[in-house]
């Protein structure tokens, strides 16, 4: 059986520590603020702000990351019932909305390669070790998914946001090219940041 053709982004999956061990689903829980003007999608980054709530975090060199969102539950404003969704909508009003949040130090994250916007691209066994950019693209309302994925493009530049730890072999190319990677955090985790908010 072959494996599935990787036809665009979906974000950051938490799949493994660092040491080897599967990621068992281990989330915590943060607030997010009422009327928050910014939809967080599943496997989006997320960052802690003043106030101790979460906010989604971009893809970049001055990222600052606690975790990966990976969904939230609130009371509807509209039905008065708890509601539980794959991403937080964008302003909605509510006092009790909490994320579930990945965020272990040490996470390894399943990403897609893309040499540009959402279009895939891959790696070669040459880039494993070195630093990538991450690709900010908008997630789905209609999946709840985030399509966050990492660029094609590695080196060794210190503010690039990840590190690539290894490939996804499964997805080998007929170039020889892999069109995953597993990656870790390279900036700062605002647990092991000795600066605090």
Not at 21 to 46: E, K, L
Not at 66 to 83: E, N, R
Not at 98 to 125: H, M, N, P, R
Not at 181 to 195: C, E, L, S
Request: net charge negative; aromatic share 10%.
């Amino acid at each position: 059986m072959a494996y599935p053709t990787i036809d665009g982004p979906y974000g950051l999956v938490p799949v493994k520590l660092l040491s080897g061990t599967p990621f068992a689903g281990v989330t915590r829980q943060y607030s997010i603020a009422s009327n928050y003007g910014t939809n967080i999608f599943n496997g989006d980054a997320v960052q802690l702000v003043t106030g101790g709530t979460v906010e989604r975090d971009t893809f970049d060199a001055a990222m600052t990351p606690i975790g990966v969102f990976l969904g939230c539950a609130f009371t509807d404003p509209s039905t008065s019932q708890k509601t539980f969704k794959q991403y937080y909508p964008a302003s909605t009003v509510a006092s009790d909305i909490v994320a579930y949040v990945a965020d272990a130090t040490d996470l390894l994250f399943k990403v897609a390669v893309v040499s540009s916007g959402t279009t895939i691209g891959d790696f070669a066994i040459t880039d494993i070790g070195a630093n990538v950019a991450g690709v900010d693209n908008t997630g789905s309302t209609v999946t709840g998914n985030s399509k966050c994925a990492v660029s094609d493009t590695s080196a060794t530049t210190n503010t690039l946001p990840f590190r690539i730890v290894a490939l996804v072999e499964e997805t080998k190319n007929s170039s020889g090219g892999f069109t995953e990677a597993y990656v870790k955090w390279n900036a700062g985790h605002m647990f092991d940041n000795t600066t605090g908010i």
